[in-house]
């Protein structure tokens, strides 16, 4: 809970304040006095009487009611006084600098524990321990970084990591980004981000709240919240970018499925990004540069105008834009001769607009309004202006400012001079803008927030035997199922699959020959890695050829029988699914056989999948003109493939216990699709 004496106090105490500003107590007092709070101020130093100008007392004990206490003193002297602050003092907003908690193990635990059930006790709010603090409107609790220039409809901000808040702080700041709410929440003993975004989604005005957040996590604590509050959030128009630390899996785990070794918790990160439409980053700088992107109007199409006076930087971000998926698409035509007419000779309009290095503001001036009016297949525009330093560019920036105030379409500025024309950038941040320095990053980025997908809505499951799906898992043991028993689950599930048969002795596999007829395939069961091992036989088309690879299969290590099916042909597709601890299920698509282990071709979602989100994962594949079909090679049912997807989300839904699943391949064709092998292991 964050209760408003956290965010809006009337009354705060630095427990642990000192007139040394080198030291947190008393950095967080001078922040709170120069940035003028307007509540009551109160310290805490049995050293002192007063420090900063402030009357301190000897002991909590002495103080009067207070709303919030901003301690920084040992680890072994912070219970002691959260106790008597929320339980005496009335005290209900807490901020704990101090480390020496559960990031130093068992001990810490339990006395960071003790003191969150002390302010639970009163309905209080805590921030940390471990962090450097809050910012809001009304104080600047924070001990450490550059403390930003406060707007209302600025970005929100939460980290867990106080360092790298600073560092988020001291590369956005110098892009001209202004920041409302900060919270650095170190430990997240009782305060996480899900706890943040839930009060940012609670609180939500579209007149009066921040649209931009911007999160540094560690760990998702709780996805499902995540999920529910972020997606709420974006879908009011919020736009969200988040970095989570951590993106390799730690040490190799035991997989034994072609899915467990293809997912983790960084894949189930990014599909929890994705359901969520936040988008993900992966260093500071990205970070930053998606929050300025946010910061322009939103671009309404992919079709991108490169504005420069120097030929290199529009080239590599002419390369990089395309690269990522964007279109610089050629200018030509009537009205791009006439504003040719209107440059310096030696300029180009065809895109990249390049007008020259003696290029000037009113030449730019002609060249956006071009843009805006006149080139309908042009949605946005990139304007890359720097100075060799032998003039000012005042009135280039100026234009700049008045056509991103006025224009359609976004402008978004790369100001590459910080020296040279720092004076000139800093007036253009004093008129309310912000800008880019690297013309790559900005492109990189630019592809990725573009590409980032609106939140899919949650999904209802199509219907599946759900009581014959509980009646198989019920009654199974843990570890992966006999093939009958997948065939029966898929079944169950509405997935189509390849008749079958499974024989223990030679009789019984001729008998089930005779009846599927030929050609056959012939597989041993048992070992996990058919493939492996030589248990996998094609193209059998003799009564013969049974008899023979019946006795061969069934001599491998580990074979308790033997599975004989019809051979299909179509396009092979490789669909799975495991489960990621807090996370739930993962489904993976891709295309199958070989090509899933050689090329790792695929994509991810957190089940369940909507419609949407399971078109999605097949049209992102690289693979999917495959599977449209390609150079006149037929291509595989997509509606099927569609609904083979559903029906998987909807069986994880049945049976929670599955935790891998792989059903590899599904041969498809544009009349079929078809699950040719699968494999699933339950654990209850």
Request: net charge negative; glycine share 8%.
């Amino acid at each position: 809970m964050i209760t408003k004496e956290l965010l809006d106090p009337k009354s705060i105490v630095i427990v642990g304040a000192s007139n040394d500003v080198s030291k947190p107590g008393g950095k967080v007092l001078k922040n709170i006095i120069d940035h003028g709070f307007s509540g009551k101020l109160f310290a805490v130093n049995p050293k002192e009487k007063i420090v900063q100008g402030v009357e301190c007392f000897s002991a909590c004990e002495n103080l009067p009611q207070v709303d919030l206490a901003i301690i920084a003193v040992s680890a072994q002297y912070v219970e002691a006084n959260i106790r008597v602050l929320a339980l005496q003092k009335g005290c209900k907003g807490f901020i704990l600098f101090s480390a020496g908690f559960s990031e130093i193990g068992d001990e810490g635990i339990a006395l960071e524990k003790r003191c969150v059930e002390i302010i639970n006790s009163v309905g209080g709010s805590l921030i940390g321990p471990n962090c450097i603090g809050v910012i809001t409107e009304k104080y600047k609790g924070v001990f450490a970084g550059p403390i930003p220039q406060f707007d209302p409809m600025g970005c929100d901000c939460v980290s867990a990591s106080g360092a790298t808040m600073v560092f988020i702080l001291e590369a956005a700041i110098p892009r001209g980004l202004k920041f409302r709410n900060i919270f650095s929440i170190g430990n997240s003993a009782q305060i996480g981000v899900e706890d943040i975004l839930e009060y940012w989604d609670n609180e939500f005005d579209a007149t009066t709240s921040s649209k931009i957040k911007l999160l540094y996590l560690e760990q998702v604590s709780d996805p499902k919240r995540f999920l529910k509050h972020a997606r709420s959030l974006v879908k009011k128009g919020c736009r969200i970018a988040a970095i989570k630390s951590g993106s390799t899996e730690a040490g190799s785990r035991a997989v034994s499925s072609h899915t467990g070794s293809l997912a983790g918790s960084n894949t189930a990160v990014s599909s929890l990004f994705r359901k969520a439409g936040v988008v993900r980053c992966y260093s500071r700088v990205e970070l930053v540069y998606v929050a300025a992107i946010f910061s322009h109007k939103q671009l309404r199409g992919d079709r991108i105008a490169v504005i420069t006076h120097a030929g290199g930087p529009g080239v590599m971000l002419t390369d990089v834009l395309i690269k990522g998926g964007l279109k610089v698409p050629k200018i030509e035509g009537e009205k791009a001769d006439e504003l040719l007419s209107k440059l310096y000779p030696g300029s180009s309009v065809s895109n990249p607009i390049d007008f020259l290095a003696t290029g000037t503001a009113q030449h730019l001036g002609h060249i956006l309004d071009a843009v805006d009016y006149d080139f309908d297949h042009i949605d946005g525009s990139v304007v890359v202006f720097g100075t060799t330093g032998m003039w000012s560019v005042d009135d280039v920036y100026e234009v700049l400012h008045e056509k991103m105030k006025t224009s359609k379409k976004p402008i978004f500025p790369i100001l590459p001079s910080v020296i040279q024309a720092a004076d000139e950038v800093s007036h253009f941040h004093s008129m309310g803008h912000v800008n880019f320095t690297d013309e790559v990053s900005f492109g990189y980025v630019l592809s990725r927030v573009y590409k980032t997908s609106k939140p899919y809505d949650e999904s209802e499951l199509v219907e599946v035997d759900k009581k014959r799906i509980r009646e198989i898992i019920d009654a199974s043991d843990d570890g992966y199922l006999s093939p009958s028993t997948v065939a029966e689950l898929l079944d169950a599930s509405g997935i189509k699959r390849v008749q079958e048969f499974t024989a223990t002795n030679l009789s019984d596999a001729l008998k089930h020959a005779e009846i599927l007829g030929f050609p056959l395939v012939m597989k041993v069961v048992g070992p996990v890695h058919k493939s492996d091992v030589g248990g996998v036989k094609l193209n059998v088309t003799q009564i013969y050829e049974v008899k023979q690879l019946f006795s061969e299969l069934m001599k491998i290590k580990d074979a308790t029988s033997v599975l004989l099916q019809q051979q299909k042909s179509g396009t092979e597709v490789f669909i799975g699914a495991k489960d990621e601890e807090k996370f739930g299920h993962q489904i993976v698509c891709g295309l199958g056989g070989i090509f899933i282990e050689v090329f790792k071709d695929v994509s991810f979602a957190l089940s369940p999948v909507g419609k949407d989100e399971a078109k999605d994962m097949i049209s992102h594949l690289k693979s999917y003109p495959i599977i449209k079909g390609v150079r006149g090679r037929e291509g595989v049912n997509e509606e099927m493939l569609i609904e083979t997807l559903l029906k998987l989300s909807a069986l994880l839904a049945a049976a929670p216990e599955i935790k891998e699943l792989d059903i590899n391949p599904l041969l498809g064709s544009k009349n079929d699709l078809v699950a040719v092998d699968a494999r699933v292991n339950i654990v209850h």
